[in-house]
Each structure stands twice: as C-alpha cells, then as structure tokens.
C-alpha cells in the first residue's frame, strides 16, 4: 500500500485554470514521492478554512505527509445562521454569487473593506501557521508549508510589528520562508487570465516541494 500525502490549500493548491485539476502539483508531487494523495485545495480558501480543515480531516483520516499551501492573511472565515462556511476578504466583489441570494452578506463585506487592520490580519496568519505545526509536531506528523505569495501586502504592512511572532515559526519545514512562495517561484511561468499558474508552474511548485523533502 501506498504511502498517503494530504495536501490543504487554496486554488492555487486545487489547481484552478488548468485543463484538469489533476495536473495541479499536489499531483506531481505524489507522483515524485510515490505517494497516494488527497487534495483538499478548495478555491477562495482562507488561512482559518485551511487550517480547520485540515485539523477535521487529520482528525479521522492517517497520512504520511502533509503539505500546506496557505493563502492571503487578508481572507476572512465566515458562517451565518445558514450554516455554509464562506470565505471573503477586503475587496471581494459584491456581484459574487456568494450574495446574490444572500444580500446581507454585504454588510459584512462592507465592514471588512473599510475597517480591517492588516497587521492583525498577518498576526493571525501567524498565529494560525504556528498552531498547526504545533498540532503537526504534537502527534508525530511530517509536514511541510508554502505561502501562495512571499511578497504580499500584509506581510509588508505587520511583519516588522510581529516579528517576534515570525520567530515562532520552524522555518526548515517551510519551504522559501522570507524568500518566496508559489508566485515568486513560478514568476516566469505561464499563467491563465485569472492570476493562476498552469502546468509549467504547477510542475515547477512539484519539482521544490520533493526536493526540499528529499533534503
């Protein structure tokens, strides 16, 4: 039997724009390792979507490595009493389908785009990424984690005010910490009309993610 690879993360993880979503490196990386994977990427994911699912899943399911992909500290987790967890950020369109049938949903759109603080949004980042490889490291489990971006604008506004916290995190299993993340290393690469990188990339994400394993 195969070893087991979960990987978590964003559409960048699930392979958005691709001509199939199996050609997204979570793929290419298990093929390098010779693993058996599950892709729990799910496009528009934020860093709190990331990081309770990956818990649920760790929860009931065993795998041998685990690999985080996670996204922009400006995405925001959200339930109302409907009970569907969403996801949005400052910015987000209001002409979304996410409220078309949900109009009320604007209000809290509108409150985090004008009012959110982006240094608190990188602290939780933080926060969040330091909780889960302290799950990680409490039972046992191999992982390794990836930013989406290095240079994002959150980063760039909190990372001088919580760079105490920064020192938390156990950088030797995340790959390109303070030096690059999935669009740094794939900035030469082709990419669709909506921000992703196709096959070449995806190949490329597959390629580091072994090789800082294999070392």
């Known amino acids: 039997m195969k070893k087991q690879l979960l990987t978590v993360g964003d559409s960048f993880t699930y ?18 390792l010779d693993y058996e994977v599950h892709n729990m990427g799910q496009s528009g994911a934020s860093n709190a979507s990331i990081l309770r699912r990956t818990l649920e899943e760790l929860a009931v399911n065993h795998y041998d490595l685990v690999v985080i992909g996670w996204t922009s500290p400006g995405r925001i987790e959200w339930k109302d009493d409907i009970g569907i967890a969403y996801n949005v950020w400052p910015g987000y369109p209001h002409t979304a389908p996410l409220f078309q049938d949900h109009p009320w949903r604007t209000d809290l759109l509108n409150y ?50 919580h760079e105490q916290l920064a020192k938390q995190i156990h950088v030797e299993m995340f790959i390109g910490w303070n030096k690059f993340g999935i669009i740094e290393l794939t900035k030469d690469c082709a990419y669709g009309p909506c921000g992703h990188p196709l096959e070449k990339g995806h190949e490329r994400i597959a390629n580091e993610i072994a090789k800082h394993i294999g070392n």
């Open 15 to 32: 392979g958005d724009e691709l001509k199939d979503c199996y050609q997204a490196w979570p793929y290419g990386l298990a093929d390098r």
């Open 112 to 161: 985090i785009s004008q009012h959110h603080d982006s240094a608190y949004l990188y602290q939780q980042y933080l926060i969040q990424v330091i909780s889960l490889q302290s799950y990680f490291q409490a039972n046992n489990i191999n992982y390794r984690m990836i930013d989406v971006r290095h240079n994002d604008y959150y980063r760039r506004v909190g990372a001088e005010m």
